[in-house]
């Protein structure tokens, strides 16, 4: 059962315009989210977060938006630049009082095209 | 301040064999994890430690062992690897929710 879901395997963007990734959970215990991205043969990086407190977090470029109602997240990159191309992970996590695990979706590859 | 290390990079290895694959963080997490990624799968939970002395399974832990040797180093261990077990591997460290990984070690098991 996949508790977190990226139902786009991948995106095509122009240079410039905005990516739009998403991600649906259906735990609703999960009370801190994650976005990950990765490049060809390095580890995932950690890239922005948001608590369920809030609805929105923004960084730079990068802005995280919350929906618990409707148990969605998105990630906006504006505007997309050529070294955005990576595959982009969302991860969830739960209290557990230090010992937190993460639950990660399966990725969407983002390709901006020059 | 080189974060999280993974030794080694690249391993083949016969059906039957065994291996250990070592991972050092030097940024003081006191939680550490190791994940394995197959294709389509995203990033799968095998062991991990909350702290030192500690080791807990997570998602996929059968066919693999774990040591949290000291508050740095944290091991997977494939005691008889088979062919399910090809992946890559990523060890982590984190203080809190956010997670650091490691370069990654891929492996492959004919």
């Known amino acids: 059962d996949q508790q977190v879901k990226q139902n786009s395997p991948s995106l095509s963007v122009q240079e410039g315009r905005i990516s739009i990734l998403n991600c649906d959970y259906t735990?609703?215990?999960?009370?801190?989210f994650l976005w990950y991205k990765k490049y060809p043969a390095e580890g995932p990086t950690f890239l922005i977060s948001i608590s369920s407190i809030k609805d929105k977090n923004e960084d730079g470029r990068f802005t995280v938006f919350l929906n618990k109602s409707a148990k969605h997240l998105s990630l906006h990159i504006v505007p997309s630049q050529p070294g955005d191309s990576a595959v982009y992970f969302c991860?969830?996590?739960?209290?557990?009082?230090?010992?937190?695990?993460?639950?990660f979706g399966t990725g969407t590859r983002l390709t901006i095209i020059p | 301040n080189a974060g999280v290390t993974q030794t080694p990079k690249f391993q083949v290895l016969k059906t039957g064999q065994s291996m250990t694959l070592q991972c050092a963080q030097d940024m003081n997490h006191n939680s550490m994890y190791w994940y394995r990624q197959d294709p389509g799968m995203g990033l799968r939970l095998i062991y991990y430690s909350a702290s030192e002395g500690t080791t807990d399974k997570g998602e996929v832990p059968n066919g693999y062992n774990v040591s949290r040797l000291n508050k740095r180093e944290f091991s997977l261990r494939l005691e008889s690897a088979a062919p399910s077990q090809t992946s890559v591997y990523f060890c982590a460290g984190a203080a809190g929710y956010e997670q650091y990984f490691g370069p990654g070690t891929r492996l492959t098991v004919t």
């Open positions: 735990n609703s215990m999960f009370d801190y």
């Open positions: 991860a969830a996590s739960e209290s557990n009082f230090g010992n937190e695990k993460l639950t």
